[in-house]
């Protein structure tokens, strides 16, 4: 039991998906997990514990920011031992041929700063995902036919952002989309010698202003949660 997981080492499985909002946990739990049970609820930051296909795993809201991943990610990694950790989420498109509804698997996250920041000072580390798990999340994408692209993303520490300038860079550069939480979860993946992948739906779209309506968005993420699973567990 950490300070922000009200829950006991064992009650908390080795795999665990994360998405920011706890609702969402909740619902992925209800939906794809067989006894699925509430582990705790401490400031209102769902977790949940049972089995898909027979594999124990949580599915563990991270709040949304870095500096939230940032705290969930460290109490799973140190005090609950968890090797595996992929974030489930939405982000926005930030490439034409992106197209909402379509799954980001996040090989590189680019961004201006993170929590674990200070500790390169002048060094620009460079964050990644696992590549087993990406190899396996590509694959069973295409086994769903899902629409998926594989590539860098920008994880920002701004929703409201106010950098025109800084988007159309990211975009001359080939990043796919935009999102809050991949880079630091990827940094201290790196730190603790653990597993981490991001799985994003696209939800909405820098440049056609398409957005998903909130009544189709879980029907919409129901794919990239099969996605985590597959990739899991292969």
Known sequence: ????????????????????????????AETF??????????????????????HRVTIQGS??????????????????????LIRIGSCGGMQEHVKVRDVILAQTATTVSTPSSTIFRELNFAPSADF???????HAAEKI??????????????FY?????????????????????AAEL???AARYGRRALGVMTVSDHLLTGEALPSDQRESSFADMVEIALSAAFA
Request: hydrophobic share 40%; glycine share 12%; aromatic share 8%.
């Open 161 to 181: 952002d106010e950098r025109p300038d800084l988007n159309k860079e990211m975009q001359r550069h080939g990043i796919l989309g935009v999102e809050m939480e």
């Open 145 to 158: 036919d899902v629409d998926v692209h594989v590539g860098g993303i920008y994880s920002s520490d701004t």
């Open 186 to 188: 990827y940094t201290l």
């Open 33 to 54: 997990l067989t006894g699925a049970k509430l582990v705790h609820e401490v400031r209102g930051m769902f977790g949940f514990t049972g089995e898909w296909n027979g």
């Open 1 to 28: 039991m950490t300070i922000h997981i009200g829950a006991e080492k064992d009650d908390i499985a080795d795999v665990v998906l994360m998405p920011g909002d706890p609702y969402r946990a909740r619902w992925a």
């Open 63 to 84: 709040g949304m920011g870095m500096p939230s991943m940032s705290i969930y990610a460290n109490e799973l990694i140190r005090d609950f031992d968890v090797s595996t």
């Open 132 to 138: 087993g798990l990406l190899h396996k999340a590509y």
